[in-house]
């Protein structure tokens, strides 16, 4: 098995470029959904520290090891829906974190064009690699996978979706995320 963190010593730049744009786009993604919460009346996740863009706070210290090791990585910022306005602010802190990945794919693929103009081909690169980074965040959590954002984005209109159990629906996403990781491996 050829693990990611084989990649610092055949391409050095590439990983740490890959680790350093995942924290950042991740710690972004979790302070869009704190941010939100917090908007919409849900102060969980601000009062246990998380309008914040540190790693070990958004995305704890197994996600970093998991992330150096295997290149993938994870964040949680702690909701808690009975605390929220209306029915839709669940919807709405949700579609937060990929919304902030898009914007960021965006913005990053702006910069990768105005970079390519220039003589400094490394930012250029790096600038592609921080849109493809944001643009993967952005649609792999818009799945409707329950532990996903797309999971709560898509049960607002689908009510029977509301109706699962937790543990059928934690059930359901391993073997979904297990269906996913053998296919990219």
């Known amino acids: 098995m050829n693990l990611f963190i084989n990649t610092a010593a055949s391409a050095p730049f590439e990983y740490a ?28 996740a601000a009062w246990m520290g998380h309008l914040s863009l540190n790693p070990l706070i958004q995305m704890g210290a197994p996600s970093i090891v998991v ?13 808690n829906v009975r605390n929220l306005r209306s029915r839709f602010s669940d919807a709405w802190v949700a579609a937060a974190g990929p919304l902030s990945n898009l914007l960021l794919c965006i913005l990053f693929a702006a910069l990768a064009v105005a970079a390519a103009f220039t003589p400094w081909g490394e930012v250029a690169h790096v600038m592609r690699v921080a849109a493809a980074v944001n643009g993967v965040l952005c649609l792999f959590n818009l799945l ?17 979706m509301q109706r699962i159990s937790a543990d059928a629906s934690q059930a359901f ?8 990781w053998g296919q990219s491996v």
Do not use: K, N, Q
């Open 17 to 44: 470029a890959w680790v350093l744009l995942m924290i950042f786009s991740i710690c972004v993604h979790e302070y869009a959904h704190a941010r939100t919460a917090l908007h919409h009346g849900d102060d969980t």
């Open 67 to 79: 992330l150096l090791l295997f290149g993938i990585a994870w964040g949680a910022v702690p909701v």
């Open 144 to 160: 409707p996978i329950p532990m996903f954002d797309g999971w709560a984005i898509a049960s607002l209109w689908i009510p029977a």
């Open 173 to 180: 996403s391993w073997i979904a995320l297990l269906i996913l």
